[in-house]
């Protein structure tokens, strides 16, 4: 492998950064003290009054008071019936101090006042001269060092490295791992491919939703084929100064280059490799800069083994040409985790916990379907940090159940004061959700309903998610809506009003309802037809006028069924209701085993 003779220390690079810091304030201190001195010197050129005209304001007696400067030949004059002072500039020292000894200033009752020198008439004038050039130096270091042209090459925040990170600490990804160990031989040994005649693929884009683990299967492909891995930020290359994201760019396959075989990694590619538009400003640059990669991936030589990985969570977002083969040949989906895999990930998070021994990571995997990887090590850390503000011994299953409610819902705020009115209509609204919930056969059973605040919520019914859905059914999703609105049906049936609580259910409410008309085509009217283009937009102009009016007519129907059926289960459950609105009202928290004692 070629070594880089220019590498420069990290440490240097931040003496050279604090340096030049200190520089810009000195400068910028300097500047603020020339502008106040040329603001004070035009002030006083405004009320000049000449030596001998000064002479004539003594003999007359018109002058009230005279200041000098110690060091200097400065004199302000007060004239009597004038407000503002006068300047004098005396042609000597020995001209004023014979001035005094012939007692004019005493004979005539002359105030004489001596000051010392201010700061600003302390600066040399051969550094006020030299300020305008020292400004332009260092606005041009600062671009310099901007560029990346100061740090020779050098790829940007130390991010070249060697990483230790190997597939073995990456869990529930087997068939991606697979997929990618094509990658680590293509680095490790590529005269293999290229004598078989195989084309070392130049890109690999991974996407996924956050949190998938994109950016630490990409660590690990260099760490297991012990290649230097050179990292950047699709938002570090865009800069308001024109130019300069392709510059970057530029510089970062310079540096590839010297480096080879290593892999350059660009973490939210979709910063500069969305579209191309034909718009000027930030956009233009955005384009520039997308091009100087496209010119960069087709500059690789069949001897330069540089693999070329980026990770996005909206791949819809990217420029077809990015896309392309020759460019990223190969595009890998990073799912959220199963069953399995969410237990092998909690058991690499848990390695270095004290778990208490009745603690199932299985059970917890069971209860976090969905969940990322990134989720579930926030859930262990939370529940680390819960047990130790307790004292525990060890993380306990209750101290889990506390962490994943204080990830999902949000913080429990036991020392709100809540109004007896407020509570009721928590009650009611939380055991709306849950008893209708009970009696949709494709819905979750309940966990856990609270009327104490989590939040933004002023309480919360929370379901067991014990199952990886990978679709979802027409019928699951309309009894999703019923479960949605039974919180709203609850408090219009008991207290004959309704409140802003449930805001946040029609709000989800009604975009599924949106989704199931122009997304997923479950309406019988429309038919089955996506109606949303690439940008998530409405496209219903090309089948005439009424069809946004088809679209709101549907998505209201289905609103206004799931609402009457909520309402529906609850009046056939009345008792039960006001069962577990009163149980919630004096105990504030129902747990799965005692809210299904109702039902038995």
Same mark, same amino acid.
């Given at each position: ?308 990985? %980026? ?115 928590? %009650? ?121 009016? %088809? ?50």
């Amino acid at each position: 492998m070629k070594k880089d003779n220019n590498k420069q220390p990290k440490k240097s690079r931040i003496i050279i950064d604090i340096l030049l810091s200190i520089m810009l304030v000195i400068l910028i201190v300097l500047t603020a003290l020339f502008i106040l001195k040329q603001q004070k010197e035009k002030n006083s050129e405004e009320n000049v009054l000449a030596y001998t005209d000064l002479v004539k304001e003594i003999q007359a007696g018109n002058v009230e008071k005279i200041e000098m400067t110690v060091g200097t030949t400065t004199l302000k004059v007060k004239l009597k019936d004038i407000e503002k002072e006068k300047t004098t500039i005396m042609p000597s020292t020995q001209v004023f101090t014979e001035l005094v000894q012939q007692k004019v200033l005493e004979d005539n009752n002359i105030k004489l006042e001596t000051k010392t020198p201010s700061l600003l008439s302390q600066i040399p004038s051969y550094i006020i001269s030299f300020l305008p050039t020292a400004i332009m130096l260092a606005l041009f270091i600062m671009i310099f060092k901007m560029q990346g042209l100061g740090e020779k090459g050098q790829v940007y925040d130390d991010t070249e490295r060697k990483t230790k990170v190997t597939f073995d600490d990456i869990a529930g990804l087997d068939e991606e791992k697979e997929e990618l160990r094509e990658i680590v031989e293509f680095l490790k040994k590529p005269k293999r491919f290229t004598e078989m005649g195989a084309k070392i693929p130049k890109g690999v884009l991974l996407y996924g939703k956050p949190g998938t683990g994109k950016t630490l299967i990409a660590k690990a492909i260099a760490g297991e084929a012990d290649v230097p891995f050179i990292s950047m930020s699709g938002s570090e290359f865009i800069e308001m100064f024109a130019g300069l994201g392709a510059s970057r760019v530029r510089k970062l396959f310079e540096k590839a280059r010297k480096l080879a075989p290593c892999i350059v990694f660009i973490d939210e590619i979709d910063a500069i490799g969305s579209r191309r538009t034909s718009n000027s400003g930030a956009e233009s640059e955005n384009n520039q800069t997308l091009n100087q990669l496209l010119v960069e991936m087709d500059g690789f030589s069949s001897e330069e083994t540089i693999i070329v990985l %980026a990770a996005t969570n909206r791949p819809e977002m990217l420029d077809k040409a990015l896309l392309r083969p020759g460019r990223f040949d190969r595009q890998v989906t990073i799912p959220a985790p199963d069953l399995k895999g969410r237990e092998e990930i909690l058991k690499i998070h848990a390695k270095d916990k004290k778990i208490a021994e009745d603690v199932s990571l299985y059970n917890i995997a069971e209860d976090t379907a969905g969940f990322t990887g990134a989720e579930l090590a926030n859930i262990l850390n939370e529940a680390a940090i819960i047990a130790t503000k307790k004292e525990h011994d060890a993380i306990t299953n209750e101290d889990i159940d506390e962490a994943v409610k204080k990830v999902t819902v949000g913080l429990e705020k036991t020392s709100r004061k809540i109004s007896e009115k407020d509570k009721k209509l928590t %009650a009611y609204h939380e055991a709306g959700h849950a008893i209708v919930s009970q009696f949709l056969p494709t819905q979750t059973a309940v966990k856990e309903v609270s009327i104490i605040p989590r939040g933004m919520a002023g309480g919360y019914t929370m379901y067991k998610s014990d199952e990886d859905k990978y679709y979802i059914s027409k019928t699951e999703m309309e009894e999703k809506l019923i479960a949605l609105l039974g919180g709203r049906a609850a408090e219009k049936l008991i207290l004959n009003d309704i409140s802003t609580g449930a805001s946040n259910d029609i709000e989800v409410a009604t975009k599924i309802a949106k989704d199931m008309i122009t997304v997923y085509g479950m309406s019988d009217i429309i038919g089955p037809i996506s109606l949303k283009d690439n940008d998530g937009q409405l496209e219903y102009q090309m089948f005439g006028d009424d069809m946004q009016d %088809a679209i709101g007519k549907e998505v209201k129907k289905l609103i206004d069924t799931a609402y009457q059926n909520a309402q529906e289960i609850l009046k056939q459950n009345i008792e039960l209701l006001h069962a577990i609105a009163t149980e919630l009202i004096a105990k504030e928290k129902i747990n799965e085993e005692e809210f299904n004692k109702f039902f038995n």
